[in-house]
C-alpha cells in the first residue's frame, strides 16, 4: 500500500496560494473559493493513497465537465415564479490529510455556490459510489458552502487552514514552480 505524508512542503503552499490568487484574479467575484468539502476515504474502504489520488482525479475532472452546464430551477419564497440558476466554473484546490481519527481524507476548497450545495453533495454521493465501488455512509462527504455572498476572508481562512500541514522544517534555495 503506497502511503504519502501530510506534510506539505513550501513549494506545495506555494502552488496552493497561487491557484487559489489567479482564481480571483482571472474571475472576480465567481473565482473565490469559500466552499469547503471533506471526503473521508476509510469510509469508501480505500486505503492505498494512489487509489485515493486516481478516483479523486476523476471525480474532479467529472464535477468541471458536469456543473458548468447544469441548471437548477429555484421557487423563491412569496413569489410564484421559478428562477432559474445556470451552472458555475468549478475552481478547486485540495490538500491531503492522514490523520488519526479520520485516517487519510481530502480538504478541497471550491468555487460552489450556496445554491448548489445540496444537490452538489448528492451528485457527488452517487459520483464516489461509482468510482470506489463502495456505496457512501453520512461520513463519507461533507459539503459546507455558506449562504452569504462569497467573502475573500472566508476564502484566506480555508486555504490557511488546509496550510496547516505545513512541514515544519525550514527549506531553502529557489522554489521551482
Known amino acids: 500500500m503506497i502511503k504519502r505524508s501530510s506534510d506539505l512542503t513550501l513549494r506545495d503552499a506555494l502552488r496552493v496560494y497561487n491557484a487559489m490568487s489567479y482564481s480571483m484574479w482571472k474571475y472576480g467575484i465567481e473565482g473565490i473559493m469559500t466552499s469547503h468539502i471533506i471526503i473521508v ?13 486516481d478516483i479523486l482525479s476523476e471525480y474532479l475532472n467529472r464535477a468541471k465537465k458536469k456543473w458548468q452546464r447544469v441548471r437548477l430551477m429555484e421557487m423563491k419564497p412569496g413569489i410564484r415564479n421559478w428562477r432559474a440558476h445556470s ?8 490538500v491531503w490529510e492522514n490523520g488519526t481519527q479520520q ?33 457512501c455512509t453520512p ?36 522554489i521551482i514552480l
Open 103 to 135: 485516517g487519510l481524507h481530502t480538504h478541497i476548497l471550491a468555487t460552489i455556490p450556496w445554491i448548489f450545495a445540496t444537490v452538489y453533495k448528492s451528485w457527488s454521493q452517487k459520483t464516489l459510489t461509482r468510482l470506489s465501488g463502495q456505496p
Open 41 to 53: 476515504w476509510r469510509t469508501l474502504k480505500v486505503e492505498d493513497h494512489q487509489q485515493a489520488a
Open 87 to 94: 451552472g458555475f466554473k468549478l475552481n478547486y484546490i485540495y
Open 139 to 174: 461520513e463519507t462527504i461533507e459539503v459546507v458552502a455558506p449562504q452569504e455572498a462569497p467573502s475573500v476572508k472566508r476564502g484566506w481562512y480555508w486555504m490557511r487552514y488546509g496550510l496547516k500541514q505545513l512541514a515544519p522544517e525550514p527549506e531553502f534555495g529557489p
